[in-house]
């Protein structure tokens, strides 16, 4: 075997070997990721990313920060899946609640575990897109769904 089949056959199966381990350890990482990075071709204002927004008792808003960032992403890709997927609208706000309770309220339990009483009124979803006004980017955002955390319990038994 000559040097460059035996170097081709190395690199061949390092990749392989990567891609395997990557694939059952469950890790998203470049150039093994199941994200389409470079097989469309989107523009800035075609792309939608969905937020959870939080509300308190005094009506004040503030973005989701939550403890795992990829958490956030999780929720902007599955939001955008559940609207497209979810041809009712009893469909859609069972797998809506079910994904808010999921990834949000878990979170904020934790979060507020020692302050109860400053845990979010509400939790809303929010579409954040960029719009091109003569030339300059702006953020639009726009509500798409709300739901009262009152629904949920606040102290798990």
């Known amino acids: ?3 460059d089949a035996g170097l081709a056959l190395a690199v061949t199966a390092s990749i392989l070997g990567c891609q395997i381990v990557f694939a059952l350890m469950g890790i998203d990482a470049w150039p093994f990721t199941s994200y389409p990075m470079f097989s469309v071709n989107l523009s800035a204002s075609s792309v939608a990313i969905y937020r959870a927004q939080l509300e308190d008792r005094y009506g004040r808003l503030s973005w989701w920060a939550p403890r795992h960032q990829k958490d956030k992403e999780e929720l902007s890709f599955r939001f955008a899946r559940i609207l497209h997927d979810c041809t009712s609208k009893a469909v859609f706000r069972q797998r809506a609640i079910g994904l808010i309770t999921k990834l949000v309220v878990q979170d904020l339990k934790a979060a ?3 302050s109860p ?3 979010p009124v509400h939790i809303r979803i929010v ?3 960029v ?3 003569e030339g300059v980017p702006a ?3 726009v509500l798409i769904y709300q739901v009262m955390l009152s629904t949920f319990t606040r102290k798990q038994n």
């Open 1 to 3: 075997m000559s040097v």
């Open 112 to 114: 507020y575990e020692d």
């Open 117 to 119: 009483e400053d845990f």
């Open 127 to 129: 579409r954040r897109t």
């Open 131 to 133: 719009q091109f006004q």
């Open 139 to 141: 953020i639009r955002e």
